[in-house]
């Protein structure tokens, strides 16, 4: 099993940043790649960004040249830096984690809300 707990959302207005981290824990050996997802109120769950366990890094259309994601594997915790944040990048943001193909781990969710 693996635990995953966020932490950093809240609310700044628009052109803001945000860092938000995700802590994992258990067996974190397991992992093969970490990412973020989010989900705006009536919208189903979008893939923001993800990190393989080698470094390589996606991004969603969306949030591509604005987000950055990393990891510190010795703290074994993801991060994702939001940059020139915008009104539509309000949602709750979910840290996931797979150990092959498909998401095997979700986080609880941090509340982010940009304003305008």
């Known amino acids: 099993q693996v635990q995953l707990v966020e932490s950093g959302g809240g609310l700044v207005q628009a052109g803001e940043s945000l860092r938000l981290s995700c802590a994992a824990s258990?067996?974190?050996?397991?992992?093969?790649?970490m990412g973020w997802y989010r989900q705006a109120p009536g919208k189903q769950r979008e893939w923001v960004a993800t990190i393989t366990s080698d470094g390589v890094t996606n991004y969603g259309d969306s949030v591509k040249g604005r987000f950055t994601i990393s990891r510190d594997n010795a703290k074994n915790t993801v991060y994702l830096q939001m940059n020139s944040l915008k009104p539509e990048d309000t949602a709750v943001y979910y840290c996931?984690?797979?150990?092959?193909?498909?998401?095997?781990?979700w986080g609880q969710g941090t509340q982010v809300t940009v304003s305008s």
């Open positions: 258990g067996s974190i050996f397991s992992i093969y790649r």
């Open positions: 996931a984690a797979s150990v092959t193909g498909a998401v095997a781990y």
